[in-house]
T-cell receptor, first 109, second 114 residues
Framework: TQLLEQSPQFLSIQEGENLTVYCNSS?????LQWYRQEPGEGPVLLVT?????EVKKLKRLTFQFGDARKDSSLHITAAQPGDTGLYLC?????????FGTGTRLKVLA | DAGVIQSPRHEVTEMGQEVTLRCKPI?????LFWYRQTMMRGLELLIY????????DSGMPEDRFSAKMPNASFSTLKIQPSEPRDSAVYFC????????????FGDGTRLSIL
């Protein structure tokens, strides 16, 4: 069974702090996506990473795909209350698209 | 551009009743996915269609669940009879291809079975 494990499961930090969220698997993926979900809404795509070692930046968010394409990280610099939400990684498995277990982030003002 | 449209947004019904959830995917997308999300189990894939054909329904929990896609612009997820443990948020998503392409989600249907 292909699984995407995310850590930490929950994270509560103060505005202005930095944080890193991890997405790990024992499987190799051809691509990996990060989504953010806010209460009452569906997940919204943030970024897609394809190449091992790839780094993408989206304003204060930095995404990295592991060299072996088995893991990924999301780093947020100077977190703001607007970053609050559920962060999900997702990847194409052998026969289906799978989502990670999620990291629920709360940024306190 | 219109995103994925789901209806109803909220549904409250009594145990044993039939529930039908509806989804209109983004025009031009040829893959459609139904998910269920709960705090305990996270986001679970129930079934997905490619070009209106069901490809993998291994995530459908029981025979009480069924899904159809009669055409490229409409899909339904039906639960009959419904049970309290079916209470969850149900999402529909669509994409250009089955695997590898990011999915676009609707805002979900929050289902409560009393």
């Amino acid at each position: 069974t292909q699984l995407l494990e995310q850590s930490p499961q929950f994270l509560s930090i103060q505005e202005g702090e930095n944080l890193t969220v991890y997405c790990n698997s024992s499987s190799v993926f051809s691509s990996l996506q990060w989504y953010r979900q806010e209460p009452g809404e569906g997940p919204v795509l943030l970024v897609t990473v394809v190449t091992g070692g790839e780094v993408k930046k989206l304003k204060r968010l930095t995404f990295q795909f592991g060299d072996a394409r088995k893991d990924s990280s999301l780093h947020i610099t100077a977190a703001q209350p607007g970053d609050t939400g559920l962060y999900l990684c997702a990847a194409s498995g052998t026969y289906k698209y799978i989502f990670g277990t999620g990291t629920r982030l709360k940024v306190l003002a | 551009d219109a995103g994925v449209i789901q209806s109803p947004r909220h549904e409250v019904t009594e145990m044993g009743q039939e529930v039908t959830l509806r989804c209109k995917p983004i025009s031009g997308h040829n893959s459609l996915f139904w998910y269920r999300q709960t705090m305990m189990r996270g986001l679970e894939l129930l079934i997905y269609f490619n070009n209106n054909v069901p490809i993998d329904d291994s995530g459908m929990p029981e025979d009480r669940f069924s899904a159809k896609m009669p055409n490229a612009s409409f899909s339904t997820l039906k639960i009959q009879p419904s049970e309290p443990r079916d209470s969850a948020v149900y999402f529909c998503a669509s994409s250009y291809t089955v695997l590898g392409q990011p999915q676009h989600f609707g805002d979900g249907t929050r289902l409560s079975i009393l």
